[in-house]
């Protein structure tokens, strides 16, 4: 069952009647616009709708394909990449953009050698950068490792290498700049970090240490008060940048591109695991063209061996965590618990008396998986319009009370004639007292009692729908009763 995000982009990528069009409702969406361009390239090619899956998981497999066949990693490395939580569901399960890095960042260090001095390599990183926020970052890390290589490199490097870099830096600058004019300004901008306008030295300090903003659910994300004060993964990623110690541009386009997400996801967005992983597919990168010689060396050993043994110990850790992750995708499926309950409302809506009805939901972004499944009208509370796609911004209805939610129900079933339909994430059931529950960044819903029982008795629950891999679960209620 499809979580809001992935058919969130589907939307986008179907809407407008040319690609101009579409590229202009994807402007300022946070995502630059390669994954969009391939599912409508996909849908254009095969109208349908399973276009959104079977592009997603081409990728993912195509991803795991390179490091089976391709990477110098031992059997027991390739079995803990594709049988990951990232490798074998978030990559390939779940059609979202950050498979599409893991496919570029792989697919780079299979041919590194033979791309480093062409302007092949730029392309390759332009392309990273149009894949996501975050790979950018990770692009620039990539140039680093090559910028320092080069230096440390006991050959020396010619002036026509150094020409060739400067046209792979100036390719990847311009991918950077097609992902930024793409992203920004964003209408999402309830979704950015509140950090960011409190900028400055002493903010910095504190996001290197903060424990929830960046690197929080790659593991150890259970840990009880006060060691959840302590940002162990960060520190877990840093002891594992030391596997690299023996090649200094490993080692420092680790340890920078480490810092450098680490700052973004304090200052600009918080991070999921989604975003997360993304590094430790960079990091699986940096070992393999290590492991294929490249990397640079040291003038002077300077390092002993401990280093390099603890950092790589560490990191064939967290791969295996990643690895004990799956289970829990896997008991999901054994035990029939969708991702999202929102199909199971597409088959309520099929009954005859609700296939016209009107779909309405709080929080908002609950009903963006339902275009996949139903063509019923949407309307977006907040917003107070019909749409598909919920912008995250600070502009809308930010507190809601029920009675408006019952007010907007009355007005359109008076203006349409069409019964309304109403996901609550809430349940609302035998409540006694005022509450103010957060639903989504800056939102909030206000549940006086009296309210709710005004609501209670004028609409109609057909369905509990509880029991899902994300938050997509609700009471389901009919207006008018």
Avoid at 96 to 125: D, E, H, K, Q, T
Wanted: glycine share 6%.
């Amino acid at each position: 069952m499809f979580w809001r995000d992935e058919v969130r982009a589907f939307s986008l990528a179907l809407s407008g009647s040319n690609y101009a069009e579409m590229l202009r409702a994807v402007h300022g969406e946070g995502h630059p616009a390669l994954w969009y361009l391939i599912l409508r390239g996909a849908h254009d090619l095969f109208p349908y709708r399973e276009v959104l899956p079977i592009a997603g998981a081409l990728i993912g497999i195509g991803a795991m394909a390179i490091v089976t066949f391709y990477s110098p990693f031992r059997t027991i490395i390739i079995a803990a990449i594709i049988f990951s939580v990232y490798g074998a569901f978030e990559f390939v399960a779940m059609a979202r953009n950050y498979g599409i890095s893991a496919f570029v960042m792989f697919g780079l260090a299979a041919v590194y050698p033979r791309v480093r001095n062409s302007l092949w390599f730029g392309v390759i990183l332009a392309v990273l950068c149009n894949t996501n926020v975050p790979s950018c970052l990770l692009a620039a890390g990539f140039l680093f490792f090559r910028f320092v290589e080069m230096l440390t490199d006991p050959g020396g490097e010619t002036r026509r290498d150094w020409l060739v870099f400067s046209g792979n830096a100036l390719l990847a600058a311009l991918g950077a700049f097609l992902c930024f004019i793409t992203v920004y300004p964003t209408f999402n901008d309830q979704a950015v970090s509140w950090n960011l306008a409190q900028l400055g030295p002493a903010k910095v300090l504190s996001a290197l240490v903060d424990s929830q903003w960046g690197f929080a659910h790659l593991a150890f994300d259970f840990l009880p008060a006060p060691f959840d004060a302590i940002p162990i993964n960060a520190i877990l990623l840093a002891v594992s940048c030391l596997g690299l110690v023996r090649r200094p541009a490993a080692l420092a386009a680790s340890i920078v591109s480490l810092i450098a997400l680490k700052l973004f996801f304090y200052f600009v967005y918080f991070s999921s695991y989604r975003h997360e992983i993304l590094f430790v597919i960079f990091l699986l990168s940096l070992y393999w063209m290590v492991a294929n010689g490249a990397g640079g060396t040291w003038r002077h050993r300077q390092w002993h061996d401990t280093a390099q043994f603890i950092g790589t110990g560490i990191f064939l850790a967290l791969l295996l965590v990643q690895t004990g992750r799956l289970l829990s995708p896997l008991q999901m499926q054994v035990e029939g618990v969708p991702d999202s309950r929102s199909a199971d409302v597409a088959a309520l809506l099929k009954r005859p008396e609700l296939s016209k009805a009107i779909v309405m939901g709080d929080p908002d972004t609950m009903l963006e998986p339902l275009p996949y499944y139903a063509d019923n009208p949407i309307w977006l509370l907040r917003q107070q319009r019909f749409g598909h796609v919920v912008p995250l911004s600070t502009k809308g209805r930010h507190e809601l009370s029920m009675d408006e939610v019952l007010a907007d129900a009355e007005r359109l079933h008076r203006q349409t004639g069409r019964p309304i339909v109403f996901l609550s994430h809430l349940e609302l059931q035998d409540r006694r007292e005022e509450r103010f529950p957060h639903m989504i960044f800056r939102d909030a819903t206000t549940l006086r009692p009296n309210e709710v029982r005004h609501f209670l008795s004028s609409t109609r629950l057909v369905a509990k729908l509880w029991g899902a891999g994300s938050d997509e679960e609700y009471d389901v209620y009919v207006y008018p009763r």
